[in-house]
Nanobody, 128 residues
Framework: QVQLVESGGGLEQPGGSLRLSCVVS????????IGWFRQAPGKERKGVSC????????GYADSVKGRFTISTDSAKSTVYLQMSGLKTEETGVYYC?????????????????????WGQGTQVTVSS
């Protein structure tokens, strides 16, 4: 049974940092692409970052480049999203999602419809 479980969210001040974790089970990270998405209240999910374990490549939304870093620990079946320089507009529920690497196209990395499996999300609130 495939599962993705996010953690690490919370309340942080603008300019602060948080590290989100996504623990996966039921599949091998090496064969999948993991994406991180953010959903603000009343808005659609937007792609933040993704990691292609097969190619060892990563991608970021322009708005987070240089501030967010995605990484993996295959031994722990975990994908991390290190976020720094947080902004109030980055408040929302953060989800991790997975799709088999063979079905992944970089052109669609930030499209939620690309991903097959989703976690339940973790709330991130950036506020002073």
């Amino acid at each position: 049974q495939v599962q993705l479980v996010e953690s690490g969210g919370g309340l942080e001040q603008p300019g602060g940092s948080l590290r989100l974790s996504c623990v996966v089970s039921g599949f091998t990270l090496d064969d999948y692409v993991i994406g991180w998405f953010r959903q603000a209240p009343g808005k659609e999910r937007k792609g933040v970052s993704c990691f292609n374990s097969r190619e060892i490549t990563e991608g970021y939304a322009d708005s987070v480049k240089g501030r967010f870093t995605i990484s993996t620990d295959s031994a722990k079946s975990t994908v991390y999203l290190q976020m720094s320089g947080l902004k109030t507009e980055e408040t929302g529920v953060y989800y991790c999602a997975a799709v088999q690497a063979v079905h992944f196209r970089w052109n669609d990395w930030n499209d939620a419809a690309t991903y097959t499996f989703w976690g339940q999300g973790t709330q991130v609130t950036v506020s002073s």
